[in-house]
């Protein structure tokens, strides 16, 4: 890739970018969120159209006008949001879309040409799986699959490891050393320094769109490229002042629910949350994490047991009432239920408190007064946006965060759910993100805080519950939560008898 450059409305997303890439080499895309990462693999990937610039592939210089040109080309991307359809299996997933396909496919052949992918390279999944059924982990082989199956020789992935378990990442670098091993090679954008060291041959940095940095990634370590993308040193560890917890805010006891295909989610959780203290949540992903979130903020209803926040019974209590009575909550997902992409970046920050005053007065909203709401929050949480009124779906993922962060912080009275704050986020983001729900802990808050980081839960939570299977193996302080006794529990084995229990 030479030279290029992509804009969009007040937005310069690249400027004169080059890439290069060689057969059986990974190289590694870095960048603060919104330095322009995503949009370069899009236009390679034939979603995007560069307004300047030439794309060479085996030297040819070519045309993509769509990811139909991408994949005849032999490159294929999979995006940090799964394109599967949740109906459909696995095999029609990988097939669905191909050309010259025949009016009946034989599945029979299909299912065993992807049980020969799976084995060769170590991506394990049933193709007659429906999709629903499977795990983040298992949806993201589905996706590698897919583009393999397709012969792509040229493999991009957005964000990769977001959304996986340190071993799931441990297996996908496997598998990227397998596929290097044949010849393939591979594009990714992450934001996890030490999987940088770890899994690729040569480093490029992004900084506001422009190429700042071409590194080979044996001669730099995370210290200096987490410098490099966001001019500054940043705090790996981050310092907690000792404080004891008040009075108990959230209390759940023997809490039961169903998940969607109404089999046990939630086996008898018992938790104490008080003050000032954040209690951590691990687990691997479909552990019961989603749901325990859920049944916390009104929007599925438990099926036994009893959640109290300060000292009321809110059971099976409407969204809107758990709201009411002080809780702020950072969903997991933050573009289905986190933002109103359409709607303005100051319209998202009013969403928690439209309904009091000043912002509203006899039934009247007054826009001003969301303007004025709106430029203090954007100042004070570094929210990087044209203006206060650009929609919010035209920002990086960290600023849509950021977005989210300082709406519920500032609706916050006293219980903070924050579900996965810094999933997908730079090194920069993610330290700023830390650093708040520390000081929102020191301030009173109480902080439920699930993440499938065990270096950010060890560094920002007071003690880790463990989930397996819809029950707690176990609470640690984190001062105790080592990586392997975390990893035990994560797989079902129980705790010591003292660590287990309510926090």
Known sequence: ????????????????????????????????NGAGKSCLMNVLAGIYRADEGEIYIRGRRVDINSPRDSMLL?????????????????????????????????????????????????????PESHIWQLSVGEQQRVEILKLIYRGAEILI?????????????????????????EGKSAIFITHKMEEVIA??????????????????????????????????????????????????VLELQDVQAADDKGLPALQGISLDICEGEIVGVAGVAGNGQKQLVEVLTGLRKTTGGTIRIFGKEM???????????????????????????????????????????????????????????????????????????????????????KIILAREIDACRG???????????DVGATEYIRTQMIEQSASGTAILLLSEDLEELRTVADKIAVL?????????????????????MMAGLQADEEAVGRA
């Open 1 to 32: 890739m030479k030279g290029i450059t992509k804009r969009f409305p007040n937005v310069f997303a690249n400027d004169r970018v080059d890439v290069e890439l060689y057969p059986g080499e990974v190289l590694a895309l870095l960048g603060e």
């Open 315 to 401: 059971s099976n209590k409407k969204p809107l009432e758990i709201i009411d009575t002080g809780v702020s909550h950072i969903p997991a997902d933050r573009i289905a239920r986190g933002i109103a992409g359409d709607m303005s970046v100051a319209g998202n920050l009013a969403m928690k408190c439209y309904r009091r005053p000043p912002l509203v007065k006899k039934g009247i909203l007054h826009p001003k007064r969301i303007l004025d709401l709106a430029k203090r929050m954007i100042d004070m949480f570094r929210i990087d946006t044209p203006t206060p009124h650009t929609q919010a779906k035209f920002l990086s993922g960290g600023n849509i965060q």
């Open 157 to 181: 992935l957005d964000e990769p490891t977001a959304v996986l378990t340190p071993q799931e990442s441990k297996e996908l670098n496997q598998v990227l050393h397998q596929m290097t091993r």
């Open 74 to 126: 032999g490159v294929g991307m999979v995006h940090q949001n799964f394109m599967l359809v949740d109906t459909m299996t696995v095999a029609e997933n990988i097939i669905l879309g191909l050309p010259d396909l025949p009016f009946v496919p034989d599945m029979g052949n299909v299912a065993e040409r992807i049980r020969e992918l799976s084995e060769r390279y170590n991506l394990q999944v049933d």
């Open 199 to 248: 899994f690729s041959d040569w480093v490029r940095v992004l900084n506001k769109g422009r190429l700042v940095t071409v590194k080979k990634t044996a001669n730099t370590n995370p210290k200096e490229l987490a410098q490099l993308m966001v001019g500054r040193d940043v705090l790996f560890r981050l310092e907690k002042k000792g404080r004891h917890p008040g009075d108990a």
């Open 468 to 488: 397996y299977e819809g029950k707690i193996m176990g609470i640690l302080p984190s001062s105790e939560a080592d990586t392997e006794k975390l990893g035990m």
């Open 415 to 425: 219980l903070l759910i924050a579900a996965y704050p810094s999933r997908g986020l």
